[in-house]
């Protein structure tokens, strides 16, 4: 592809990243005139502003990675309007799975409550007052910009040398090797990888894996983490974790993607740890599942175009996680288990956006179950028109592609097998459980 056709490439991600909460710039209503407050006004102090510490602010405050800051009434007020809207259609914050369908409990779930999207929407509806200053709750105490969301980690490693992308530089892979530092063996419960502070704007992703030579002469290792846009870190369920041996050595698998101004990357990965000498129960297993390399076949100008992609668990298994994973076309995925029996049960779906990579962790109790010979059946949906914001071309024929501008359709699913017994155990507890 020519250079000038790359040029939209290099802006997607400052577009998303606005588009994400803005969409169109709306006026808010006028400000409501001070005077006695009734016991059932909907107030910014006393019942928004709660909700927007919950699960806003972190992101909308000066410095972050959203457009604006949502701290104070005079910073929130002149976007009442968009925020009723981006919450009522749940843009905002950023959690795209499909409420009714499939498992319905996940760990740190951002979304708002019915209830909760109902009181913004009454605020602005009503006049967006601000309310009596002391019904406000005490300011949010915000983690610091570079804070590590598994928790301050005990090992990090890091690029060997900083990175420089330019203003204008096509997009550009590289392998970069790190040594690990580990002098012994470890298992990891927890895993996270950052890019610098300002970098997040041209790392399109990164995947991180680990190299070790085994007694035999043999090479080991496996996948480790795996960052983009939005993604927050792995933290892996009590009694699993993952293997990194003594001189592991750390690849780091770099996409970077200009934006129009010079930007400085040094990506770490940073590790917590189970206490030396403890070696968890089973092993927490992350991969692509249902890729669509060869069959990726998105028309210019067509919509709802449908791939499919399967991966068969060659052991009793307990999934953990479902993060899907597609371009700016995408718009919707699924995954599906089709168990021997002929059982067919939808696990997980999603809406998709380029510019949030979010993993939706299970919940313990409602974590699937699957037995050996299970199918995972991922089915992604793009969409190839004008209707799609992001979309830089609907005129060009778009397939499978590493570039931004082209597409992926893949899951990325976490998952750890089991013993026959103990799976038949956690089906029977899960059923006495429900039947409560």
């Not at 209830?115 to 509806?125: K, L, N, Q, R, S």
């Not at 470890?186 to 300002?198: F, L, N």
């Not at 795996?226 to 003594?246: C, Q, S, V």
Request: aromatic share 8%; charged share 25%.
């Amino acid at each position: 592809m020519k250079a000038r056709q790359e040029r939209p490439d290099r802006r997607v991600a400052a577009r998303v990243l606005v588009s994400l909460v803005v969409g169109t710039m709306l006026m808010a209503p006028p400000a409501a005139s001070a005077g006695t407050q009734s016991a059932s006004e909907v107030t910014f102090t006393r019942d928004v502003l709660p909700i927007l510490q919950r699960a806003c602010q972190q992101c909308h405050r000066p410095g972050s990675v959203a457009p604006m800051s949502l701290l104070t009434y005079e910073e929130v007020r002149p976007w009442a309007r968009a925020i009723r809207d981006k919450t009522a259609q749940r843009e905002m914050p950023p959690w795209y799975i499909e409420r009714n369908v499939g498992v319905r409990a996940f760990k740190e779930d951002a979304s708002l409550t019915d209830d909760e999207i109902a009181t913004i929407g009454a605020w602005v509806d009503a006049g967006a007052s601000r309310g009596n200053p002391a019904d406000a709750p005490p300011p949010l105490e915000l983690a610091s910009l570079d804070e590590w969301r598994i928790g301050t980690p005990e090992w990090i490693v890091e690029l060997p040398e900083t990175q420089t992308i330019g203003a204008v530089d096509a997009d550009h892979w590289l392998d970069v090797w790190a040594d690990s530092r580990l002098t012994e063996d470890r298992y990891i419960k927890a895993v996270e990888t950052k890019p610098s502070p300002d970098a997040y704007r041209v790392v399109h992703h990164v995947a991180t894996s680990m190299r070790w030579e085994e007694e035999d002469g043999e090479e080991g290792g496996g996948f480790l983490n795996e960052y983009a846009m939005g993604k927050n870190g792995d933290i892996f369920p009590d009694g699993t974790g993952r293997l990194i041996k003594a001189g592991t050595q750390i690849r780091f698998n770099m996409h970077y993607s200009s934006v129009g101004e010079e930007i400085r990357d040094r990506t770490r990965v940073g590790f917590k740890l189970y206490p030396k000498g403890v070696v968890p129960d089973r092993v927490l297993i992350s991969r692509h599942v249902g890729d669509s390399f060869d069959t990726l076949d998105i028309k210019a100008g067509a919509d709802n175009v449908r791939s499919d992609g399967y991966y068969v668990l060659p052991e009793p298994t307990q999934v953990t996680g479902f993060q899907p994973h597609m371009h700016i076309r995408g718009e919707r995925m699924c995954v599906e288990a089709i168990q021997p029996n002929g059982t067919i049960e939808t696990l997980s779906c999603s809406g998709h956006n380029f510019g949030w990579h979010i993993v939706y962790n299970y919940a313990d109790d409602a974590a699937p179950l699957l037995p050996a010979g299970t199918i995972l059946h991922v089915i992604g949906w793009h969409n190839n028109t004008a209707s799609n914001r992001y979309n830089p071309d609907p005129k060009n024929w778009v397939g499978f592609g590493n570039r931004s501008i082209d597409d992926m359709s893949f899951a990325w699913m976490s998952f750890f097998h089991l013993p026959d017994d103990v799976f038949e155990q956690k089906l029977t507890e899960r059923k006495r459980l429900r039947s409560n």
